[in-house]
């Protein structure tokens, strides 16, 4: 089965960075888009960052010239580095993963368990 590990989350001061990893493993035939979302309390879960398979990227608007994604496609690996962090970036930081599964006749998304980043001030 298809699997999802994130990694990198942490507690950080303002002004500080953190990178994020997300491996996907297990009998996958292709991956199309990857993205990073968050989750802060009391909010609803919202795209911080997306790539697609030809390597076009977009952000949200709070983030942008603060957060790169990058994706090594030979890891079946995404990343998000994370610079400049406010203390409103705190949340927790889920992976995102549309694929198509060996076997299977169309593609679907998974989803990690997330990874916590606190930024204080």
């Known amino acids: 089965q298809v699997q999802l590990v994130e990694s990198g989350g942490g507690l950080v001061q303002a002004g500080g960075s953190l990178r994020l990893s997300c491996a996907a493993s297990g009998s996958i035939f292709s991956i199309n888009a990857m993205g990073w979302y968050r989750q802060a309390p009391g909010k609803q879960r919202e795209l911080v960052a997306a790539?697609?398979?030809?390597?076009?990227?977009n952000y949200a608007d709070s983030v942008k010239g603060r957060f790169t994604i990058s994706r090594d496609n030979a890891k079946n690996t995404v990343y998000l580095q994370m610079n400049s962090l406010k203390p409103e970036d705190t949340a927790v930081y889920y992976c995102?993963?549309?694929?198509?599964?060996?076997?299977?006749?169309?593609?679907?998304?998974?989803w990690g368990k997330g990874t916590l980043v606190t930024v204080s001030s």
């Open positions: 790539i697609a398979s030809g390597g076009s990227r």
């Open positions: 995102n993963v549309d694929l198509i599964e060996v076997g299977v006749s169309h593609g679907m998304s998974y």
